[in-house]
Each structure stands twice: as structure tokens, then as C-alpha cells.
């Protein structure tokens, strides 16, 4: 029994290490590592995995707009195996490297698994993309000296600083503030920066109550009662999924939304699901220039468009990201022509490429980490009762991005030297 | 006061949902010595249900008040179905296994169930908030609150008192703790275990899903919601006594007060407040508050 | 219950050096797979140990958190690499551990000690989760440990970790079936069989409990400090419920009746998992479901009862 499933295994690894000579001309291999099961794949892996199958259709039929219009990435066909991010990161990410042998890995969602991954990536000199993982460690502290590894997405810094800016810029009462965040790292590092951005912004704001609720608790009468009689003008929210919209349920009819502004960072993916539950005026992000945020450009309405015409919905700002991390890759792959690792590596360091949500630079982190600006809008249904947001205000990249040489948590607590919000 | 109000409301409403969504497992351990993982598979069973049950029902424009009496048939309807299914189809094959051997195989069927959910329904939420708001709010000392949240309540008592009243009263309901007390005893005096197993099984079940069906207009349906739920119930039951209908009354009660509390009193220990319960009731008293003492076997 | 025999116990363990030496050459990620199960077998025998006693811990977890985190927190925050160190470390962070939650523990019986070691555990997921300087749940990573001051190159590092892993789980394994040969471990089905005929004979089943408590904190800290090193990272999930499931499952249907049992159904049990998750990437957990429920079905005795019955046959 035991040596059965050994041989097996060592089969289906010959098999792998026979098909994987690479030559020009052979598809290229990406391993797509998303969420596929768990509270995270509605919300998350299955925008990026549609995100990822229109694109990739599109580039192998050379439908994509300018400057994207060359077939494939670099002339070859495009392939892509999708995998479980809930899964053991470290073992699939290996799987993934070593047994499938595939060209690039571009994915991953959850800040844990960007962060078990990256060393690896380095370790086995392995091509890998992150799409999204809000933490702005990776390059600050797990891997300070990046070759192979990039982060096309910005990190979460950037919700926290443009929701405090948002809030000062339009006028909010913020005397008074309230925070209600999910009780794991993703949450708590949100709200470590909305505090501190209140700070460096010199707000003066009370902190009322710091709701911390279980990841996916889903009941959140109580948390709504402490936030309801806190007296709070204004309340920080970076929920997600389905946390925020079980929050949105339970917490818009008991009127907390018309006692206090409501700041819902990720408030984008929620609009198409919850159009008539989503209290007007209550104010949006999409953590980044993403999706009702993103340029009036062709390549934008072109995305929007093909993706809505083989879903049925707008895609949601995970899907946009997918979509810039491919094209971030092919970009950098195009750029220095070659299908050697190293030569795609350099050539993507400090890459300026355009997306759907508009230029991209891989400003920081050695040239590794893409800086992007980000806007919020409150909600507003339009005259033919469809969702959108209005009262948009755009922050550029400098503005909310920390500078190269600084870390985010420095950067914020030193009161945001050298932000550029013109 | 008014945090005074909020902590009384929000502890009697969570309590009323933990009681609701434990008491059908604490039932199953009862009689059958099962502790079911799969439990929590049955109260996600019952919010997708729910969920696609009224989809189709607005979508036909029919009127708001009839939705609860459609949740209560589908609740009835997907429980016995779903937990006939699970105990004749696979559990009365490993009886007298084990116990902790029970607990692996209700586990193994969660991951099953958890799969067979998502290849049925998808990825992507479901929502049937209508029955939520449909009785609007009241204001209790100046704080707000939604009606349906206090009917939980009610409903939590209505099916605790039910249930007694069937298990202390109603002739299937004594043979059941008849059972309790001895199996082979019950067995030689003529009563039909296997009914009784596969009765008590099919009741617990609609339990668990009459928790998922009256959760679901709160909340966005999605995979995983299972899981969370599964840990609340043990905590609830095991602080209880495990097998005691009025212990997860009173452990449900316990936790559900410890969680309002903390959540307005010290919000960053919410995490711990049920486990710290937990650990502290079984350090006091190993077996739950309300556990039977048993007797030792020479 | 199954009898157990353990006068086989070098044999055996002799083989699964022989296996382990062939592990060796098996290709990367797969070996990779088996060090890391390697890791988490030790906890599963763990488990199994405390079974014999009748004892199931639905939260050995957390000697695996605590044992990685030792690792961890040296090597990350301290700068202490050298893996003897850190590896005594673990063991002995979780064996202080296993000696205080033994005294509190060693009373309780049946679920109600599955229960309350289960609360303890999730207890400490709680503490880590809200322990934002240990990157709460995303953990934090590890560098490369050293050897007696030689930090292995990046190019033969894999193949160390692999022999050192490896070793170890030989050395535990070996001492582990010292141990049940000792009175102390012999006693162990005495406690679950009957308690109070223990009693009168003159032995504490408390202390029976302790010691079996102990021995397994021991060998889940030593696991947890290797998968610490293998994986270069830590996170709280090593002490959440669905981890320590694992743990008894392996122990359950690898049978009792090996040292090397568990550890090697930990390996079949990880490489179902990872087939399942290349074959149907929508419905892996379907799949180990229903391998889980096959087993349970099929071989009411577990794996081990394959060899048993053959050898009886």
C-alpha cells in the first residue's frame, strides 16, 4: 500500500519533468493559486479566476486592446492552473513549482499566505506575482532583497490613509470615532493605520469603542448595539465579503448608517450584491482606482465590458487586480523579450505598465511593489436605480503611498513626510 | 443604562441563536452518544435552503407574511430529509463504535456535505433579507432594535419548551429517554431502538437547520458559514452538561451573556470570552453544570 | 481494543528508516511533502499515545503551535539559529506546558478531556490571533537555521532539513518505544480498560495520564519546531481545532499499533490531500471525506491491522 502510492507519486513526477521542456512556441504556464473554498472564494476567488479566464482568453486571441494587442504573452499561448488557496500555501506553492513546473505563479489573496510564499519564491528563484494581500511587510521586513518576486496590487496602507483624507475632505464631524474590524491581522493592521492616519492628520478625534469580532461570526447584533450607543460621527470599516455584508443587513435598518458616517473600505464588492441594502450615502472604497473608480480608458471599458458580457456582472475590484498582475507580467515578460527568469525579473523592476485601473508603477519595495492612488465615493443609486458612487475625490499614488526608503507604520507615525496629495 | 439595556438584549438575542443552534446537538449526543460535526453542515444546509426557498417565493410576488410560514416548511422538509438521509444512509451502520470513532466519521461527512453545498450552490452568496426587515424596529430605552431579532427569542423558547414537553410527556418522547438510560434494557422491553435513533437524529437535524433557516435573512449566505458554527454549539453544550436540554439552555445563556459583555466592556477579549467560560466551568465542574453523574464500573 | 505487542518495535522502526532513506531520493516537492508530514506524524503519535490511555486530545495543537512559535520567536526575534538549540527549545517549551495543563488535565476523562483540551488550545489561537508583534494570523517567517555555527547553502539546504527531519522522527520513534515499554506506558490500556482495578492494584491512573500527557507534549513541540524549520513559517492555525482534528484522525485509523503508524499515515493522509486538491481542485475535501469515510468503513482497525492481519495470516 505504502509503496504503491510511493511509486505513484514518483510516476506522475517523471511525467511532469518530461512535459515540462519548455520551448519557444509551448504555452506558457501559469499556476493560479485563488480561493476556492471557503468564505473567501465568493468574494475573492471567483472574481479572480473569471478575471483571469477572460483575460487570458482575450491575449491567446489577441482581442485585447492596445498596448496589449500582441497575441499571448510574448506571442505564446497562455495556459493557467488554478489552485486552492486555502489550502497548505507552503506545499501548493511547491507542488505548483516543482511538480507542475510552471512558468509563473500569479495569485494569492490572504497576507499569510503572501507571506509564507515569498521567501520560497526567492528561495527557488521561481517568477511569482502577488495579486492582492493587504500587508505591507513583504518587502519591508520577509523579503527585503527581491528578485523574482512582485507585488502588483498596493498594499492596505492606502485604504486607511485615503479613508482618513476622504473624511477631513468632506467635511465629516470626526470628534467622535468608532472602528469595527475583523479580529485577525487583516483587520487589526487596518485599523493600527486609520488610528495612526487620524493622528498624523491631527483629527483630534475621541476613539469611542474598537469593536474586534470574530472572522466570519456573521451575528453582529451586539456589535451594532456597542456602535449604536458609542455616539460615534463617524465609524471605520475594512469587512470584507461576507462579513461586511451580513454587517450591512444587520446594521442599515436599525439606523446606525443615519447616525454616523460609515467609511466600508472594500464597500465596492458589496454594491452589485446588496444595491437596495446598502444605505445611500454611505461611503465607498474599492482599495484602489478600481472598477467604479477606475480612468475612463479603453482598455478599462473594454475589461468591464468583456467581463460583464461573460458573467453577467461588472467585475469587482479583486478581478481587476488579477487582471493587472497578468498584464504586469506580460508587460515585463514583452519587455525583455526573452523567457529566461532573471531577464523577465529585471526587466519588471521599476516597470511602469499600463492597466484598466490606469498606470501602475513598481515604485517601491527595490522596484518590486507597485504604488497606485486610490479614491472614495459615497453610494448613490442612478436615475435607472443602478448602483454607483458619487461625490468621487481621486488621491494620486504619492499621496498615500509612503516614499521608498520609508516603511508604512514609519511613514504614517512620522505624520506622512513627503506625500504629494496635489 | 443605556449600555446597561444594550448588554440585557444583545446577550438574550445571541443566546436565543446559540441555544437554537446547539440544542439539536446536545439532543443527538443524548440518545446516540454521537457528538455530530456535521451539525454545523445541517445549519448551512438550512441557510441555503432558506436562502433559494424564498428567492423563488418574492420572485413570485407573493405576499411578505407567508414567508414564514414558507421557512418553517422548508425547515421541517430539508431536515427530515437531509437527516434521514445521513443516519440511514451511513451512521446506523457504525453504531456502537467508538464514540470518539463518531465523531470522526460526522466529521468526515461535514467535509462532504461542505463540498456537496458549494457544487449545489455555488461560491457566491445568497441573500433573503426581506423577512428581516419586514417588522421593522422597535426602541428599547432609546436603543434601537429589529423585531425579527426579538422573535428569535421567542422562538427559541417555544422550541425548548417543545421539545421537553415531547421528551417529558409525549410516549415517543419517553421511550427516547428510555433509551438514554439503558439501550440494551430498552431494546429487551420491546421499544424499537432503530426508530427511536433515527427519530432523534431527524429531530436534532431540523433543529440545526431551523437555526440556519431563521440566520439566513441576517446574514450572507456563503461557504463556511458551517464551520464557525460548529465550535459555538460544542462550547454551548459542553458548558451545559453534554446530553442536557435545559444545561445548553443554561449554557447558551452563559455564553451568550459573556460575549455581550465583553463586546461592550472590553471588545478586544471578545475572542475568548465563550472559551474562557467554557474552560471555567469544566474546571469547576468537569462534566457541565448540568451533567448526570455516572456511575464507575468495577 | 486491539492487543499491542511492542517487542516488534525496533523492527519496524528499522523499516521506516529504510523508507526514509528512499524518501531521500523521491523528487523534491513530494519529499518536501513527507518532511513536513514527518513533522506532524510525531504529534499524531502524540495523539496515539494518549489514546492508549483512552485519553483524545482534540487540541494537541497547541504543543505544535507552541513548539513552532519557540522555534520561531528565537530564530526571527532573537537571532538564535543554531537548530540544536531551538529545537531543545520547542520541546522544552512544550513539555512545561504539557507538565501544567498534565496536572490540570490527567483528571479528566473521556470527551470531557477531548473538550477541555480542545477549549485550552483555541484559547491560545485566541492569544496569538490578537498578538499583532506575532503578526496575529498571518504569522510571521523564519531564516534558515545553522548547524553548530555552518549555515547550510541554499543549494544542499533542502537535503539537510530532509536528513535532519528524518533523524529525528527515527530518534523519537526509537524512544518512544522505549517508553511503552516502560511501566509508565505499559500502564496506559490498564487506565482505559478499567480505571478502578488499576487502583486497587496500587498504581495512580492520574499519574499514568500525566506521564502519557508529557511524553506527547514533548513530541508535538519537537514536531511543531520541525515544521517550524521546514516551512520558514508560523501561524496560529497550528493550534486551531481543524489541525488537532487531523492529528486524532490519523491517530484513529493509522491503528495503535505501531510507533510508526501514525506517522506514516500522516504521509498517506497529506498526499491524499494534495492528489484531491490537483484532481478537483472544487471538491478536494469531498474527497478526503469520503476516503476518511471508506477507511472508518472498511478497516474498522485501522491501517496497521493491514500488517496485522497479514502477519497473522
Known sequence: MKLRTLTLGLAGAAVAAGGAMAQDGDPIELGIPVFLSGAASGPFGLPQQNGATVLIEALNAGEVPAPYDQVGINGRQVEATYVDEAADPVQEYRNLVERDEVDAVVGYTSSGNCKAVAPLAEELQQLTVLVDCGTPQIFESVVTDPTYLFRTGPTGTIDSVGAVRYLMDTGVDMSRVAGINQNYAWGQDAWADFTGSLEALETGSDITTEQFPQVFAGQYGAEVSALLTSGANAIHTSFWGGDLEAFILQAAPRGLFQRSAVVMTTGEAAMQRLPDEIPEGAIIGARGPYSYFAPDTELANWFRETYEAEYGNPPSYPAWKMAQAILGLKAAWEKADSDDPAEIAAAFENLEFETPAGTVRMAIGNGHQAIQGIAYGTYALDDEGNPTVENVISYNAECVNPPADQTAAEWIEAGFPGADCE | ?298 | MMKTDFRREPLYIAILAVLLIVGFFLPSWLRFLLQTALAGGLVALGVALQMRAGLVNFGQGLYYALGGYAVGMLAAQAGITDIFILLIAAVLVSTVAGIVLGLLLSRYREIFYAMLSLAVSMILYGLLVKAAWLGSTDGFNIPPVSYLGWTPDRAVRPDIYYVTTAVLTVIACLATARYLTSGAGMLCEAVAENEIRLEYLGASPRKVAFIVIVVASALSGLGGGLLAMSTGHVDPLMTNWTTSGGFVFVALLAGRGSTIAPVIGFFLLELVRTYALDLAPNAWQMILGLVMLAVILLLPEGLWSLIERRRKA
Not at chain 2, 438550512?46 to 421557512?71: D, W
Open chain 2, 1 to 298: 443604562m443605556l449600555k446597561f439595556t444594550a448588554i440585557m438584549l444583545d446577550g438574550m438575542n445571541y443566546a436565543a441563536w446559540l441555544f437554537l443552534v446547539a440544542v439539536g446537538l446536545t439532543l443527538i449526543y443524548g440518545v446516540m452518544r454521537i457528538l455530530n460535526i456535521a451539525h454545523g453542515a445541517f445549519y448551512a444546509i438550512g441557510a441555503y435552503v432558506c436562502a433559494s426557498a424564498l428567492g423563488v417565493f418574492y420572485a413570485a410576488g407573493l405576499p411578505g407574511a407567508l414567508a414564514f410560514a414558507v421557512m418553517g416548511v422548508v425547515a421541517l422538509i430539508a431536515g427530515v430529509i437531509v437527516g434521514l438521509v445521513v443516519e440511514r444512509g451511513v451512521l446506523r451502520f457504525l453504531y456502537g463504535r467508538d464514540e470518539v470513532l463518531m465523531v470522526l466519521v460526522t466529521y468526515a461527512l461535514f467535509l462532504i456535505l461542505e463540498d456537496a453545498v458549494k457544487l449545489i450552490w455555488g461560491v457566491e452568496s445568497y441573500f433573503v433579507y426581506q423577512p428581516y426587515a419586514y417588522f421593522g424596529f422597535v426602541e428599547i430605552g432609546g436603543l434601537p432594535y429589529q423585531v425579527y431579532d426579538l422573535m428569535i427569542v421567542a422562538l427559541a423558547i417555544v422550541m425548548g419548551i417543545a421539545l421537553w414537553f415531547w421528551l417529558e410527556r409525549s410516549r415517543m418522547g419517553r421511550m427516547t429517554t428510555a433509551v438514554v438510560a439503558d439501550r440494551e434494557i430498552s431494546a429487551a422491553m420491546g421499544i424499537n431502538v432503530t426508530r427511536i435513533f433515527a427519530t432523534t437524529f431527524a429531530i436534532g437535524t431540523v433543529f440545526a437547520v431551523i437555526g440556519g433557516v431563521v440566520t439566513a435573512p441576517k446574514i450572507a449566505v456563503t461557504p463556511g458559514i458551517g464551520v464557525e458554527v460548529i465550535i459555538l454549539a460544542f462550547a454551548v453544550v459542553v458548558i451545559g452538561g453534554l446530553g442536557s436540554i435545559p444545561g445548553a439552555a443554561i449554557g447558551a445563556i452563559f455564553a451568550g451573556y459573556a460575549r455581550a459583555m465583553s463586546v461592550h466592556l472590553a471588545p478586544a477579549y471578545e475572542l475568548f470570552a465563550i472559551y474562557a467560560v467554557m474552560a471555567v466551568v469544566l474546571a469547576i465542574r468537569p462534566h457541565g453544570l448540568f451533567a448526570r453523574a455516572s456511575g464507575r464500573k468495577i
